[in-house]
């Protein structure tokens, strides 16, 4: 099983929200990893965890707050965002050492009003 | 630092046309390649890969192979059908040697396949 799960698919929010996404895969990776794409480009990456630890903040700003509860799971705790943020924000795993190949969710489509 | 340079889009074609979508990389150590597809309002499936020199990757008639004279990984599939319509991605990621990247995957720009019956 390849399956990485994304919750919420659809999300609007609006500039003074809380909202959290979430992400979860039994593929027994212990890297994951979140990536913002904006539309006709490439995934960006945001954050990288290795065995639970966050171990890549490509100089996100901090109204994005990522947080792996344990191995399987990787949620994207959002605050006081901006209408530019509005994107597809893509969850992936991978398992380090195997020729790191990640594994992609389907994505949630943020909105920012 | 690492890249990767796909062929420019939008691509159209007819059906059971051949397809041919270029990508060539730079890159300092032994990367892995790959093909990823994106179908339209869905996340990056995994198309193929191939980790070393001469590999070829193949899934659903499509193939690739590495080539390291070239430094490229084209994009083939012999007869392209309707449901084919989607982005491709090629990507790299560092080899086994530089553990410390965690796998950062560097993509090209995306290519727009488009697949007219």
């Known amino acids: 099983d390849t399956e990485v799960t994304q919750t919420p698919k659809h999300l609007v929010m609006g500039m003074t929200n809380k909202k959290s996404l979430k992400c979860e895969q039994h593929?027994?990776?212990?890297?994951m990893y979140w990536y913002k794409q904006k539309a006709k480009k490439p995934p960006e990456l945001m954050f990288v965890?290795?065995?639970?630890?966050?171990?890549i903040n490509e100089s996100v700003p901090s109204r994005f707050s990522p947080e792996c509860p344990n191995s399987s799971l990787l949620n994207l705790h959002l605050h006081a965002l901006q209408p530019e943020d509005s994107a597809l924000y893509l969850c992936?795993?991978?398992?380090?050492?195997?020729?790191?190949?990640?594994?992609f969710g389907p994505g949630t489509r943020l909105t920012v009003t | 630092g690492d890249s990767v340079t796909q062929m420019e889009g939008p691509v159209t074609l007819s059906e059971e046309a051949f397809l041919t979508i270029n990508c060539t990389y730079t890159a300092t150590g032994y990367p892995s390649l790959f093909w990823y597809v994106q179908y339209p309002g869905e996340g990056l499936q995994l198309l193929l890969k191939a980790t070393k020199a001469d590999d070829k990757g193949s899934n659903k008639g499509f193939e690739a192979t590495y080539r390291k004279e070239t430094t490229s990984f084209h994009l083939e599939k012999g007869s392209v059908q309707v449901s084919d319509s989607a982005v491709y991605f090629c990507?790299?990621?560092?080899?086994?040697?530089?553990?410390?990247?965690?796998?950062?995957?560097?993509f090209g720009r995306g290519t727009q396949l488009t697949v007219w019956p």
């Open positions: 992936a795993s991978s398992q380090p050492g195997q020729a790191y190949e990640q594994y």
């Open positions: 990507a790299l990621s560092e080899g086994m040697g530089r553990g410390s990247t965690l796998g950062r995957l560097y």
């Open positions: 593929m027994g990776h212990r890297a």
């Open positions: 965890y290795s065995y639970e630890k966050l171990s």
